[in-house]
């Protein structure tokens, strides 16, 4: 693929993060661009009430944050979930190597176009009632539940708390073993 956003971060620096640390963080300046190459990084904002909801899981493959390729500051905090390794590039290093290449400047407005029809999804589901309805929706478009030490990341995703996300998981399964007998 000659015009992926992975060729530009092909003399990137590399950075590995472990599970838990920061990239950056709420408010830091946008000095650098991160490709995931390994690993899960998440963007995440607390609410003022200690609430965790991600905006973004980036996996391999993943720019993460594109928006802030725009921005002087960060929206959110960039949190490794598990132990990852990124290409780090300056945004103004990244900026430059788009203005010289239209195909490639065509390819990342793609992915950015693809990126605002995920949020809006993501908005959407959010924007349901009741546990359960977000949950089948995110089920309908995802095809299954993560392993069971990821749910947590589900709960943030759509925007419940941990707890709920669990009831709602155990009124299910409850439901499935009445259905057997």
Not at 121 to 141: C, K, N, P, Q, S
Not at 167 to 176: G, K
Request: net charge neutral.
């Amino acid at each position: 693929m000659p015009h992926s956003i992975s060729t530009i971060f092909d003399q990137a620096a590399r950075r590995v993060v472990d599970k838990g640390a920061p990239l950056f963080f709420l408010g830091d300046p946008v000095t650098e661009v991160f490709f995931v190459e390994e690993g899960r990084i998440g963007l995440r904002r607390v609410s003022a009430e200690g609430g965790e909801m991600f905006l973004q899981m980036a996996v391999a493959g993943d720019l993460l944050a594109e928006g802030s390729v725009y921005s002087e500051r960060y929206h959110c905090d960039g949190v490794a979930m598990e132990r990852s390794r990124v290409a780090v590039l300056s945004r103004r290093a990244f900026r430059d190597r788009l203005r010289r290449d239209p195909d490639l400047m065509e390819h990342w407005a793609s992915r950015l176009a693809h990126a605002v029809q995920s949020a809006r999804l993501r908005a959407e589901i959010r924007g349901l009632r009741t546990v359960a309805e977000r949950l089948d929706m995110w089920l309908a478009l995802r095809g299954g539940l993560p392993e069971r030490g990821h749910w947590q990341e589900v709960a943030a995703e759509l925007g419940v708390s941990r707890e709920a996300l669990y009831r709602e998981l155990a009124r299910r399964r409850d439901a499935d073993q009445d259905g057997e007998a």
